[in-house]
């Protein structure tokens, strides 16, 4: 590392710092296949620029072939964009954009440990590639509200069918949004919030 | 047109095992930044370090902290996430957490443990969160 001179020492703008007071921050995970609009999603909603974190996965955790034998090893980086909003003098809430494919499930324990809840954005060009991931929310008992950005080539489904074709619970909220409006993004995390609450009011979150 | 069709799966009755950790052979052990640090919560309960995490300096940075330590400690100075300590950084995030974590054990900054999901929602976070977006 090479942080030399105060004036390239990183680190949030004055503006962007939160307030003492903040004690504890919640996480939503924002998950979907690649180009569905997940760093858009999180733009469009963050206070502050987005940011992105990293983590090295060794081949092992990748998957792919090993054919080049144990002593190789290829480390592969894998980069989450994240948002923050501010929710009280207290409490931060950080968004984060996580790749749905299986190659990055290896991630995945540190993330959704703990998040509120996820939402699972899907693109009706390419439904099946977020059946996975969904499946594993289910498993792991991580409540989730599925989006649906509507891209201009994209087939268009009424709500109804695309419900029973992901085989939703009834009770699960499915919207239509564009993640390149703030109003937009923001009701889509508002259902994700309304969902947990009417989970919270009826006891359990299954 | 018709969707194709998937099926819902049944929460599984143990929390997910662990993912098997990536193949090494036993020399390269000893060199794997293990998650083992641990900090302590509001409840008194035993939380690693997570990507939320809040990082709050201690105190100016000492001169015997090293040109990284002193970064984070400046960078630190109000609450920061670990993961937007990462990202400012740009170190991987295990990376982070192995300079964070030395730096909690010498007191130079302390944490503040996230809010985690509960098998209840606690229903007045929610709306606090409810309110918050509103104002966005
Ligand atoms: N029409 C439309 N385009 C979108 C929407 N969300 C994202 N995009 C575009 O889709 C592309 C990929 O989005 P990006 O957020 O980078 O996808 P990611 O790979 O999931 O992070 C970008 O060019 C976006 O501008 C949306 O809701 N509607
Ligand atoms: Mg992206």
Redesign the interface.
């Given at each position: 590392?090479d942080?030399k001179g105060s004036d390239t020492?990183?680190?949030?703008r004055a503006e962007d710092?939160?307030?003492?007071t903040?004690?504890?921050?919640?996480?939503i995970v924002i998950v979907g296949g690649f180009g569905v609009g997940k760093t858009t999603m999180v733009g469009s909603?963050s206070?502050i620029k987005p940011?992105?974190?990293?983590?090295?996965?060794?081949?092992?955790?990748i998957g792919v072939d090993d054919d080049f034998g144990?002593d190789t090893k290829t480390a592969t980086?894998v980069a989450m964009d994240?948002g923050?909003?501010?929710?009280?003098d207290k409490?931060?809430?950080?968004l984060?954009g996580t790749p749905g494919q299986e190659r990055f499930?290896?991630l995945w324990?540190?993330?959704f440990?703990?998040?509120?809840?996820a939402v699972v954005l899907v693109d009706?060009r390419r439904?099946?590639v977020s059946?996975e991931v969904?499946?594993?929310l289910?498993?792991?008992?991580?409540p989730f509200v599925v989006a649906v950005n509507t891209f201009p080539d994209g087939?268009r489904?009424p709500l109804d069918?695309?419900r029973a074709?992901?085989?939703?619970?009834p009770d699960v909220p499915i919207v239509e949004c564009d993640a390149r409006r703030?109003a937009s993004s923001?009701d889509v995390?508002?259902t994700l919030?309304?969902f947990?609450?009417t989970?919270?009011?009826r006891?359990?979150?299954? | 047109m018709t969707p194709p069709q998937r099926r819902r799966r049944q929460p599984l009755p143990l929390p997910p095992p662990a993912p098997a950790p990536p193949a090494e052979s036993p020399a390269d052990r000893g060199k794997q930044p293990d998650r083992l640090y641990t900090i302590t919560g509001p409840d008194g309960e035993r939380a690693p370090l997570d990507l939320v995490t809040l990082i709050v300096a201690c105190a100016d940075p000492p001169s015997s902290a090293t040109p990284e330590q002193t970064v984070v400690l400046r960078m630190c100075a109000a609450p920061l996430s670990v993961a937007e300590v990462s990202a400012y950084l740009g170190l991987p995030f295990t990376v982070v957490t192995v300079l964070l974590t030395e730096m909690l054990a010498a007191e130079l900054v302390q944490a503040r443990a996230p809010i985690v999901r509960q098998k209840l929602p606690d229903r007045s976070l929610l709306e606090a969160v409810m309110h918050g977006l509103q104002r966005l």
């Open positions: 590392m942080f020492v990183p680190g949030p710092q939160l307030p003492q903040t004690t504890a921050a919640a996480k909603v206070e940011l992105t974190t990293e983590e090295t996965m060794t081949q092992a955790g144990s980086t994240f923050r909003i501010r929710i009280t409490v931060v809430l950080y984060f499930w290896f324990n540190g993330l440990e703990g998040a509120l809840g009706t439904l099946e059946y969904m499946g594993r289910e498993e792991g008992g991580v087939p489904y069918d695309l074709a992901l085989d939703l619970p703030r923001r995390l508002m919030m309304r947990l609450h989970l919270s009011l006891g359990s979150l299954t | -």
